[in-house]
């Protein structure tokens, strides 16, 4: 077992090393020398000679492979440089915008495995049925409809009109646990529907599939209730699938925080990613977009990991 | 990671069909829904090629013409989506912005569709460690979230149509690649492949002649899809200040600004929101059709 948990995550690892050089060319295609990323605004302030010393500190005046390993190292250890403006480390600008953005994502998580489940098994169990039109057509609403649209219905009806929840901000859920599920509702929900969507459209072709095996006659004509039969029996074997795909969809939440943060303005790293493409915090980006590709890259494995344990038919002594 | 999207079911191909328990009349309703929710997807895409072509001639106000006396104007006989805050007409902005939307999502889907496809097709066809090295890259890229990839693009090379095409682009040209290299791994085991190599055709008519037909159908229903993401791609992109600068009305900048008026004038977003939402919905039907139409295995047994 520890073989395959290894395995998995060896096999993770050449991915992040692409994903980390393709973050470090973007870094360098842009203009400029990049010491000014380095010393600031505040250039003047250092003779030539401090000049030429942080440069060799930092490896600017080795080979470019060179400078890689050296980035890709402290990358490693969480050091990202320091921010152009404030000068604090680049991490510890990042560190506290996790929270909401991580709370948000699990929220969006669990809406979407409960909405996209439900109306994926109402739609299996009846196929063709009118209940099964009613499911097809949500899932085609939902993937197709923009943050925008979800975000201006919802933040123009609860928040602005009926007053029944902030039409912007976060609140810590350390502080206020029912205000801060109260804040992050409206974003989990714009965030949730295009993932229902998937999850509805997998979970009833995967259903449907189950429904159709011997094990299933079997459990009915054993004379079980058609509920048993489809919670106990036959869920437990369609939701694999839906589990892989809910692990492909981390980058959506991801990409998705971005446009969300922005609207409901809450100060997450989606945000914060925004804010620094506006104050050409180059640094902070270049660490924001690292994290959230070895993010999805780490959540692929757990799925992998979480399939190989939970599917008997994959022998993970093997690895 | 592969290995996970080989044990998921191909899902809809192999779907069992289930015999319906209702008579034939009630199926065949059903089954005319079906099409027609195709019919819906193709009728949506000609209306809005119809808007991006001719939506300048038909608007009925100069898009950036400011009427400041008639700013957030509500809907009206006058202006059909009222006004905006600096009085310009929003029917009017909507259709200018459409060319823009459009000619983005084809764009950007042809720009990411070739290079993904030659890719696909080369490392698919050789094999071998140019194969493995190609697809760890492909890997690589598909891991970043496509919004915050795009969005370091655009924010390295500046913003311009062209650079949001591109940005758009390179998110997505990965997923082609990857796609049609399973694809023609598939198709290279066949006996006919066989068969024509062993009367020794080479290789490059048997890519152009008989691979490539094989690995087309699935590209144009990518590409479909592809478009419908392209264009809500834009849309957020602009919408962030990153994407077609002002005073060019595009739908993302419509919803950045109609986001602070949406209390008193709500149209201003949802309209554009409307608009992306229609075109995805087109979009994704029309590759839905797609799908079903040129995949062989779901063609009904008559």
């Given amino acids: 077992m520890a073989r395959y948990v290894v395995g998995r995550l060896i096999a993770a690892v050449p991915v992040i090393f692409i994903t980390a050089l393709i973050v470090f060319t973007l870094g360098h295609m842009l203009p400029g020398d990049p010491i000014t990323f380095i010393v600031g605004d505040s250039q003047s302030a250092f003779s030539q000679q401090q000049i030429d010393a942080i440069r060799h500190d930092y490896g600017l005046d080795q080979p470019i492979y060179v400078q890689f390993g050296i980035w890709l190292e402290k990358a490693a250890t969480g050091d990202f440089g320091r921010s152009f403006q404030s000068r604090q480390p680049v991490l510890s600008i990042i560190v506290p915008r996790m929270l909401p953005t991580a709370q948000i994502a699990i929220e969006t998580w669990v809406l979407a495995l409960l909405i996209g489940v439900s109306v994926g098994i109402m739609s299996a169990v009846s196929p063709n049925s009118w209940k099964d039109w009613v499911g097809t057509f949500a899932a085609l609403f939902g993937a197709a409809i923009p943050f925008f649209l979800t975000a201006s219905i919802l933040m123009f009806v609860f928040a602005l009109h009926l007053r029944w929840l902030p039409a912007s901000g976060y609140v810590p859920i350390y502080q206020d646990p029912i205000a801060s599920l109260r804040s992050t509702l409206m974003p989990s929900i714009v965030l949730c529907l295009g993932l229902a969507a998937v999850v509805t459209r997998q979970t009833r072709s995967s259903l449907v599939e189950v429904l159709q095996q011997p094990f299933v006659t079997t459990a009915r004509a054993k004379g079980l209730r058609e509920r048993v039969v489809i919670v106990r029996h036959s869920l437990k074997n369609a939701l694999l699938p839906v589990l892989t795909i809910m692990g492909f969809q981390v980058g959506h939440i991801f990409g998705g925080a971005v446009i969300t943060e922005t609207i409901f303005a809450i100060p997450g790293m989606g945000r914060l990613m925004v804010e620094s493409v506006a104050a050409r915090e180059y640094l902070v980006m270049q660490a924001l977009v690292l994290i959230a590709a070895t993010t999805v890259v780490l959540a692929n494995v757990v799925v992998d990991l979480l399939y190989g344990f939970l599917d008997p038919r994959i022998s993970i002594s093997r690895g | ?302």
Wanted: proline share 6%; aromatic share 8%; hydrophobic share 55%.
């Fill in chain 2, 1 to 302: 990671m592969a290995s996970a999207i080989a044990r998921t079911p191909t899902g809809a191909a192999e779907e069992p069909r289930v015999l319906p328990r209702q008579s034939f009349l009630v199926g065949a309703f059903y089954r005319f829904i079906a099409r027609r929710l195709v019919l819906v997807g193709v009728v949506l895409v000609f209306f809005l090629t119809f808007l991006a072509v001719f939506g300048r001639i038909i608007a009925p106000y100069d898009p950036i013409k400011q009427d400041l006396v008639n700013v957030l104007a509500p809907p009206s006989a006058a202006h059909v989506l009222g006004t905006d805050e600096l009085g310009r007409d929003t029917l009017s902005r909507l259709l200018t912005g459409s060319t823009i939307s459009l000619q983005v999502g084809i764009v950007a889907v042809l720009m990411a569709s070739i290079p993904g496809v030659v890719i696909g097709v080369v490392v698919g066809y050789r094999g071998g460690w140019a194969d493995s090295i190609v697809m760890r890259i492909l890997d690589g890229f598909m891991a970043f979230p496509s919004l915050v990839l795009a969005l370091t693009i655009v924010s390295v090379l500046g913003a311009s149509v062209f650079n949001v095409m591109l940005a758009i682009a390179v998110t997505s040209f990965p997923h082609y690649g990857r796609l049609v290299r399973g694809q023609v791994l598939a198709c290279r085991e066949f006996d006919y492949i066989l068969a024509i190599r062993s009367v020794g055709a080479r290789d490059a008519r048997i890519i152009f002649r008989h691979v490539l037909p094989n690995v087309i159908s699935p590209v144009l229903v990518q590409a479909s899809l592809g478009v419908g993401f392209a264009i809500t791609a834009e849309a957020g992109l602009s919408f962030l200040g990153l994407g077609i600068q002002p005073p060019t009305p595009t739908w993302g900048t419509m919803i950045q600004v109609g986001f602070q008026y949406l209390e008193i004038a709500p149209w201003l977003v949802m309209a554009p929101g409307s608009m992306i939402f229609i075109a995805v919905l087109g979009f994704n039907l029309l590759g839905d059709g797609l799908r079903e139409a040129l995949d062989p295995h779901l063609r009904p047994v008559k």
